[in-house]
């Protein structure tokens, strides 16, 4: 399951993606729009400006605006600057791996097994699914 704080995120970036090229939103335009908190977007919004996903503009018509493409922004490059690590154990994971304290042959683990593959396939999934998709599928029937 994501955190709240990812889904504010996704929320917060598919309103961006929506504007047009170049257009800024202000932080509580995007606050109202998106139902997210105001303060809890602020700490969001940061940290995706510091993955270079967002910059901010001062002045009277600054606020927040994509600086990369929705196309090139992915769900598992939003799920990592938000939550960190996806990966369900630490001995599979590709960014932040750690072999298992309580493991003593990693190899044979059963568990790493069950998990290796379909944690495999969700990161494909989630490295080629992007804020474009989202943008395409609106007003589908969706799950």
Known sequence: MISQKAKYAFKALIHLARQPKGATVQIDDIAREAAVPRKFLEHILLDLKHRGMIAS????????????????ITIGQVLRAIDGPIAPLSCISRTAYQPC???????????????????????????????????????????
């Open 57 to 72: 503009r001062r002045g009277r018509s600054g606020g927040y605006i994509l600086i990369k493409a929705a196309d090139e």
């Open 101 to 143: 304290a309580d493991c003593p042959d990693e190899e044979n683990c059963g568990v790493r097994r069950m998990f290796a593959a379909p944690y495999a396939a969700q990161l494909v999934l989630f490295d080629a699914t992007t804020l474009a998709d989202a943008l395409r599928t609106e007003g589908a029937d969706e799950l």
